[in-house]
């Protein structure tokens, strides 16, 4: 009989001890000289709430900030909602920093969402670009010749197919055709 009950004694323990560990208060930690953070995880699972986690969470960085006399500025918030597995519990971080009561930035304070990730570098990267009008190999100048001279062709083409549809005069495209072939020459040199 002693022990069933010692049993059952050590059952509601452990089955309490839990529930005493997740009403705590979550400690604040300091990020920098003016900057703190909080975070929580939610273990009550599906009876658990999101928003009271936030909630408090809230309510206890206000109460931070006015034991030590100073005004809250929200600088950004991190929630999971629970997840479907195991161990994928509810959670939420708030960051903020405290200001004396006369700071102007205590009165515009607007709360961000921090990034999930977040990318410093320390070293230089070199990087050169050339565009193909700085290139200076042959192959590059023979294909944008080579373009110029297909969209040349194509224009000719075009012309030459609305003279023969008798929409352009005999005159009308030999203008078109030198305005093109003069166009497409470099400077300085006649059309042949």
């Not at 010692?6 to 839990?18: C, E, K, M, R």
């Not at 006015?66 to 991190?78: D, Y």
């Not at 055709?177 to 042949?192: C, D, F, I, V, Y």
Request: charged share 30%.
């Amino acid at each position: 009989m002693l022990t069933r009950v010692a049993a059952f004694v050590a059952a509601v323990a452990f089955s309490i001890a839990p529930e005493m560990a997740w009403g705590k208060k979550p400690e604040i930690v300091q990020v920098s000289s003016d900057s703190y953070m909080i975070f929580k995880e939610d273990h009550k699972g599906i009876f658990g709430s999101l928003a009271k986690l936030k909630t408090g969470i809230i309510k206890q960085a206000n109460e931070f900030a006015e034991r030590k006399g100073k005004v809250l500025i929200p600088v950004s918030c991190k929630e999971k909602p629970l997840g479907n597995g195991p161990a994928q519990w509810a959670s939420f971080e708030y960051q903020f920093r405290l200001a004396s009561k006369d700071d102007p930035e205590a009165e515009r304070a607007i709360l961000g969402s921090c990034p999930d990730v977040v990318v410093q570098t320390n070293q230089s990267l070199k990087a050169e670009v050339t565009t193909r009008e700085k290139k200076a190999e042959p192959e590059a100048k023979k294909e944008l010749a080579s373009a110029e001279q297909k969209d040349l062709y194509t224009e000719l083409l075009k012309l030459d197919d609305l003279r023969k549809r008798g929409i352009l005069t005999e005159e009308e495209f030999q203008a078109e055709k030198r305005k093109l072939l003069e166009a497409s020459q470099p400077t300085g040199r006649p059309p042949q």
